[in-house]
């Protein structure tokens, strides 16, 4: 079965600090994909990263950065110098390859909220 | 293109009653899917289409579900006698055809049934 775990139901960090969320993943499938998707309170869906399982490299992308780990299952999401209109519902999700249907399995999510 | 648009944004009924939800897609995605997302929860598959073709229903999806994509463009997601248990936010999103491709998302109907 594929699971993902969000195990942070909440954070709470101050304007500047850096905040990292955790994903962890579960699946039997040897080519799957991981993704991570923003939650403003607007409700829309937000499409922020994807990567493959043969792609380990992390990945920065301005004040994001995403750090994969096959060994830990591990998929971890870094927000550098936070800013309040970094809050809302971030949440991780697997889509397993073998299926091709595109189907997304997501955890939890995990509610950011930036203070200033 | 706008992205994908759905309609109404919310809708609050009585039990017993059936309900309609309407999506639009990106006009060049081929698939589409409808999701279940109920307060502090990720949202929760419930079926997918590629072109016309239902090809994937999950097991939340009772028999009072029903869903069509008729010519492959708009999709309509039928819920009937509703239950107050079926109160949550649906979503739709669609996405190009093809293994990891990303899938946007509409702004969702939120379903209230009292």
């Known amino acids: 079965a594929q699971k993902v775990t969000q195990a942070q139901t909440e954070i709470s960090v101050v304007e500047k600090e850096d905040v990292t969320l955790d994903c962890v993943y579960e699946?039997?499938?040897?080519?799957?994909?991981l993704f991570w998707y923003k939650q403003p309170p607007s409700g829309e869906l937000v499409f922020l990263i994807r990567r493959n399982s043969f792609d380990e490299q992390n990945e920065i992308s301005g004040r994001y950065s995403w750090n994969f780990q096959k060994s830990t299952s591990s998929f971890n999401f870094t927000i550098t110098a936070s800013q309040v209109v970094d809050s809302a519902v971030y949440f991780c999700?697997?889509?397993?390859?073998?299926?091709?249907?595109?189907?997304?399995?997501f955890g939890q999510g995990t509610t950011l909220q930036v203070k200033p | 293109d706008t992205g994908v648009s759905q309609d109404p944004r919310h809708k609050i009924t009585k039990r017993g009653q059936n309900v309609t939800f309407r999506c639009d897609p990106i006009?060049?995605?081929?698939?589409l899917y409808w999701y279940r997302q109920t307060l502090g929860q990720g949202p929760e598959f419930l079926t997918y289409f590629q072109n016309e073709a239902q090809l994937e229903k999950s097991r939340l999806l009772s028999d009072r579900f029903s869903a069509e994509r008729p010519k492959g463009s708009f999709s309509t997601l039928e819920i009937q006698r509703t239950e107050q248990g079926d109160s949550a936010m649906y979503l739709c999103?669609?996405?190009?055809?093809?293994?990891?491709?990303?899938?946007?998302f509409g702004q969702g109907t939120r379903l209230t049934v009292v």
């Open positions: 999103a669609s996405s190009s055809t093809g293994a990891g491709e990303e899938a946007f």
């Open positions: 699946t039997r499938d040897t080519t799957y994909y």
């Open positions: 006009s060049e995605h081929n698939r």
């Open positions: 999700a697997l889509n397993g390859g073998s299926s091709n249907t595109g189907k997304l399995i």
